[in-house]
T-cell receptor
Framework: EDKVVQSPLSLVVHEGDTVTLNCSYEVTNFRSLLWYKQEKKAPTFLFMLTSSGIEKKSGRLSSILDKKELFSILNITATQTGDSAVYLCAVEAGGVSSGTYKYIFGTGTRLKVLA | GAVVSQHPSWVICKSGTSVKIECRSLDFQATTMFWYRQFPKQSLMLMATSNEGSKATYEQGVEKDKFLINHASLTLSTLTVTSAHPEDSSFYIC?????????????FGPGTRLTVT
């Protein structure tokens, strides 16, 4: 059975701290791994990772994928209160022969940044 | 660009009635749309994958006769919760993937909060 597990489930830090969020997966026919930020309603896209060892960076956020060990991390440096949200990891997995694919979401990490 | 809308944003209905939720891609065409359900403080659970012009693919444990999905055009998919019960109360989110573009990325709608009384 395909599964995506995130840790920790929740995290409380102070502004300026650096946090590392983890995502491990076991899926059939891995295609990509995505990170999303969900504040109140719809998740917003952060990163898509398909290749191992290549860091993707956007401002204070960065992410990297390890396809051998089947995990990804999301780093946030110099956290701000606006970073408070649920961070979701999703893995795109699909049948090669059937052409169908789907997204399996992890449990999410709830991050709270205190002023 | 890449905006997905959902209607209604929230709905309250009585037990036994049916509710239709629309998901529209406003500025792009989407062959594939996904329907998710999210319980409070939990992650998104994929319910079904909707492909334009063909039957939806439902995830294990999701009743296809209860959650009817229709993807009639490249910009619209609908989810109908039939004979709704209080346990169907949840946050339903759709996402859509643009046809064009080399990078596959799903864009989420704002969600529909359904409360069944």
């Amino acid at each position: 059975e395909d599964k995506v597990v995130q840790s920790p489930l929740s995290l409380v830090v102070h502004e300026g701290d650096t946090v590392t969020l983890n995502c491990s997966y076991e899926v059939t026919n891995f295609r990509s791994l995505l990170w999303y930020k969900q504040e109140k309603k719809a998740p917003t896209f952060l990163f898509m990772l398909t290749s191992s060892g290549i860091e993707k960076k956007s401002g204070r956020l960065s992410s990297i994928l390890d396809k051998k060990e089947l995990f990804s991390i999301l780093n946030i440096t110099a956290t701000q209160t606006g970073d408070s949200a649920v961070y979701l990891c999703a893995v795109e997995a699909g049948g090669v022969s059937s052409g169908t694919y789907k997204y399996i979401f992890g449990t999410g990490t709830r991050l709270k940044v205190l002023a | 660009g890449a905006v997905v809308s959902q209607h209604p944003s929230w709905v309250i209905c009585k037990s036994g009635t049916s509710v239709k939720i629309e998901c529209r891609s406003l500025d792009f065409q989407a062959t594939t749309m996904f329907w998710y359900r999210q319980f409070p403080k939990q992650s998104l659970m994929l319910m079904a994958t909707s492909n334009e012009g063909s039957k939806a693919t439902y995830e294990q444990g999701v009743e296809k006769d209860k959650f009817l999905i229709n993807h009639a055009s490249l910009t619209l998919s609908t989810l109908t919760v039939t004979s709704a019960h209080p346990e169907d109360s949840s946050f339903y989110i759709c996402s859509a993937e643009p046809i064009a573009g080399g990078r596959r990325e799903q864009y989420f709608g704002p969600g529909t909060r359904l409360t069944v009384t």
